[in-house]
Structures are given as structure tokens and as C-alpha cells.
């Protein structure tokens, strides 16, 4: 793997800076040419659903950091009135959702006693979502997106497929309620059937419901209505055929004044409950497709998330915004930035009140001194209380995130008198049975003499529920699958840096495959450790992650003069904050060293893995 020379790492970065002020620039002199809808308890996502708890907050963090939205674009809705709600659902039907069995029912996973009225809560809220989106384009904007919603499957008198309220039926009949009398077409590109949608409105010639699927979900017939099963395996070119068919079909005998867009990700190719293949190049274009259709004639469009699971789904919708807001492809960055902005946009947002809060959990010390007897610590880093981290772990959507893969009942425990560092540990249960992250953390200035860093001496992020799959095998030195959250948890280390006034985030990745997951935003502190990973990952280049980690930790990779195995050592890495360390560690003399060591370098492999 080539590392690009620090001169040519600045151009980039400046680059992309200077693209981004453009857009900014555009962006301030221009019309704004789309509104948001979101509201930061959609967290709380429904129990049983493999939604990313943190999709909407992930797309908005990528339009904030390339400039793509205002603040005035961005509002927060209400909770959807109940005389709204029985414009599309029977009251018997509303009554009933207030029992658990029935809500575990719609969900297809146990409701935890008490939390029925949270369910139901955030449900009206994302339906108040997507009226507060069609709000503001009937009042003159071309294109309003509502990050939730498109709950498509909750038809008059009941509910399915995780969807207990139907918050597009709804926003349609408030609107006619309120005397719009125009023609509304509702385009449902969801990998699952708008049957709930279409029943809703199956004797309204008015409203036109068009949903392409894989299979259908009972009654098909409708007024205004073309249903369109396409089985399972769909890939680009016979899904983007379906699509423009069906579009062309249905404008050219229908003509909408209103079109509500159900942005399906679960079409895709790699969506954990989906079974087409569709790339991602493939949903842009078919939402390229839609949104420029229904533009050229002047429709107004009302775009809801709708389908979409597992940690990629965000990356979708948030393709097709950065393309709709400037016209060309913009390819949304790794998880690791999008958390690392994410975690600053937090923090900002946040600040003023963590300062309020920082005298939560007052213990004798903080009241009256450490005594010079009992050097007590009870400040996590020497700056924050436990009151502090919990709080800042739940805002910054760890917890949340850790909730959503089926833990209702996370524990954080600290311990700030072990000789290493203090450390964080994350529980599972309120009995502390199910260790999920144990996390142990030191300010040092002994790693690099001349800086202080945040150093990581430990971490462990596992789910103890997890299988291991042939698609995700044990890697060395793991018990259990991983957590899923180690890009999270990383840009939560470096706004602490931020926020400590620290130079940088120091750690040892024990296994090689830590430290090539670490790569993309971390760098060897010496540059004889850049130059031996940076020859084993090109050696390595056509094996998998798993595979090239195995092959290391077994000593299959050598030396080839030798024959003596290459012997993967907790080389130290760090994740420059401060200019100072970044020049240290980027600078050319640096990039030259590790140039000169990797040229040294004879690697081979000694045989093939089994």
C-alpha cells in the first residue's frame, strides 16, 4: 500500500478545503434549493429494527462538513396531531397500538414493558417529519427531505413490517383536509411492497401509488395504482429498466402536483435484509432518474428515507443529496470521518450545556480538597466527572448505537485508580455479565518526549451475542465478533484530544489487522514501523483483511534473505491533532526515512495459506 508524500497529502487537503468554500460561497449567494426535516430523537430507533440508529445524524454531519446545507435549511418537526392521525387510521386501530402484544406484533421482536408510549412517541413524531416536509414544499420550495419516515406497510386498521403509522397517507389527506385538491403521486422504490400506502388509497383516483419490489404484500388492485414484483437477484440494469418503464407509464396518463419519494436503501446490493444486487452507482441513478423526471415537469417532491439497514444505509440517501444540492457526484467519506464530524458536530451543538452539567456526581474531593493522605481521583482524565462521560457517550449516540444492537440496558463503569490509566468499561446489562467495550486511557508525555497525547493502553469493543461467519471470521486475538462501533469510538477519542488540548491519540495495535483498520486516519510514530506495514500490505494486496492478518500473526510472511518470519510487534501509532505532531509525523523528513526503510525491505511469502 503507497502512501502519498506529505507535500502531495497538503495539496489534497487544501484542495478539498478550497471545494469546500466554493461551496459554501455558492451556497450563501444562491437559492436555497432544498429543506431538512430532522429532529436528534430519531436515535432512539424502534427495538428490533437493524436500522442505524444514527443514519440521519451521519448524513447531515456529511452535508455540514462539505458545506452543502444552511442553518436555515435545517427544521425540526412536531409530533403529529391525533385528528391527523385518524384521517388515515381507524381510532380502533389507534386504541389497540397501545398494547404490547400488539406492537410486538407489528415489530416482530419483544417490546420491553413500559417502553409501548416511546415506540409509539417517535413514530408520531417522524409522521409530524413528513408533514413538516410537505409543509414546506407546498409552501414554494421544489424539494424538501425528511431523514425518517416512509413507513409504508401500516395500512388503515393495522400495521407490519416495523411501520405502525403511515406518515405519507397521513401527510397526503391533512393536506386534503386543508383543501388541496391536486393530484399526488407517491413513488415507492422501497425493497418491500407500499401495500399499506396503496390500501389507504386504493378508491382515490387522485392519489397514484407506483411501488417497484421485490414481491408483492397482498391486494395489488387499486384505482390509481401500478405494483411491480421483480423478484428476487435484481441487479443495475433490469432494476433502472423497471424504473424508467414505470415512470414513463404512469406521467404519461397521470399528472401529479405533489410526488412523495420513498427513497428505499434496502435495494442494495449489500443491505443485510435485502436480496438484490443493486450498487451503489445504481440507486443514485435511479434516484437521479426520479428527481429529474418529476423536476422537469415541475413537481414538488417530498423525499422520506424509508428502507435501509445496517452501519453502510446512510451513505444512500446521502449520495443522492450531495448530487441533488450541486449537481455532480460527490462520494460521501469513510465512516471514520463522517463519525469524527459527527462527534465535533456534537460537541459544538452540546458545549455550553456540558459546561452546566460539570458539577453532576460532586464527591468529597470536588468539595473539599484531595486530602494529601488519600490522592483520590475522581475526575475521568483529570477533567471530567462520571456524570460528564456518561453524558457525553450518550450524546455523542454510543450508547444509542449499543441499544440498537440489543442491548436495552447499557452499564458504564468507571475505574480511575488502576496504574495504567483510568478506564472506561460498557456493560450490556445492569448486572455487568456482558462486557462490550473496556476501554483504558492515559495522558502521556512519555510516548513522543515533547508532546502530550491521549494514549490508548487498552481497548476492547466485542458482542458477546455475536456468531462469527464465514463472513466475518475470528481474527487474531478475538473471543467474540467485534461491536461494530471502533470508527465511533476513535473520533470520540480525538474531539477529547480536542478538548484536553492534547497533541494527539497514541496507540499499539496488538494484531496487524488493527493496525491497517487504523491506517486510513493514523500513522506509524516511526517510519521504519511505516515502511515494514506499507511492504507487508502490498504484499499482502490480494488477500483479504482476515486472510492477510491470519498469514502474519502464523508467520507466513518473511524476510526473504533470512527465511526468518516477519514478527508483527505493537508498533506504536497516533492520530495527529495538533499541527505540531502532524508536521512531526507527516513532514517530508519523515516521508523520505520511511521511503529509504521500505526500499531496504525483501518480503516473501513462505507458503500459501490453507
Known sequence: MNHPPAAGSRFFRTRQRLKRALRALALALGRRPAFVVFDPSYREQLRGAPLDPLRGEKILAFLSMEHLLAGEQLTRPLPAAMKNLLLAHDPAYL?????????????????????????????????????????????????????????????????????????????????????????????????????????????????????????????????????VALGDGVSDEAYLQAVEDALKEVLSTFSPSLAFFLAGADVAADDPLGNWNVSPQGVLQ??????????????PVVMVLAGGYGDRAWRYPARTLAWYLTGEPLEPPSDEVVALARMRQMAHIFGEAAEDEADWGLTEEDLFGALPSLPVQTRFLGSFSPVRVELMLERMGLLQQIRAKGFPCPTVT??????????????????????LLELRLARSSRVLPGFEVLSVEWLLLQNPRAQFTPERPRLPGQQHPGLGLLADVFAWLVVLCEELALDGLAFRPSHYHLAALARRHATFLYPEHAALFSAVSELLAPFSLPEASHLVHEGHVVHRETGQPVVWEAFPMVVPVSQRLREQVEGESYQRQAQAAKAALRLALRSEPR
Open 95 to 227: 386504541e389497540s397500538i397501545q398494547q404490547n402484544e400488539v406492537l410486538t406484533q407489528i415489530l416482530g421482536s419483544p417490546v420491553a414493558p413500559g417502553q409501548e408510549e416511546a415506540i409509539l412517541q417517535l413514530q408520531r413524531l417522524m409522521v409530524g417529519g413528513t408533514i413538516q416536509a410537505t409543509r414546506l414544499v407546498m409552501a414554494g420550495a421544489p424539494f424538501a427531505v425528511h431523514l425518517g419516515g416512509g413507513f409504508h406497510h401500516a395500512g388503515r386498521s393495522r400495521g407490519a413490517g416495523f411501520c405502525v403509522l403511515n406518515d405519507v397517507a397521513v401527510a397526503i389527506l391533512r393536506l386534503r383536509q386543508r383543501g388541496f385538491t391536486g393530484n399526488v403521486l407517491v413513488v415507492d422504490l422501497d425493497l418491500h411492497d407500499g401495500n399499506g400506502t396503496r390500501e389507504i388509497f386504493a378508491h382515490d383516483p387522485t392519489v397514484f401509488t407506483l411501488s417497484i419490489h421485490n414481491r408483492h404484500w397482498g391486494e395489488v388492485e387499486a384505482e390509481a395504482s401500478l405494483s
Open 286 to 299: 435511479r434516484d437521479r432518474l426520479v428527481l429529474s423526471r418529476l423536476r422537469e415537469l415541475g413537481v
Open 414 to 435: 468507571l475505574e480511575l485508580d488502576h496504574p495504567l490509566g483510568h478506564t472506561l468499561r460498557i456493560f450490556g446489562d445492569p448486572q455487568k455479565s456482558e462486557l
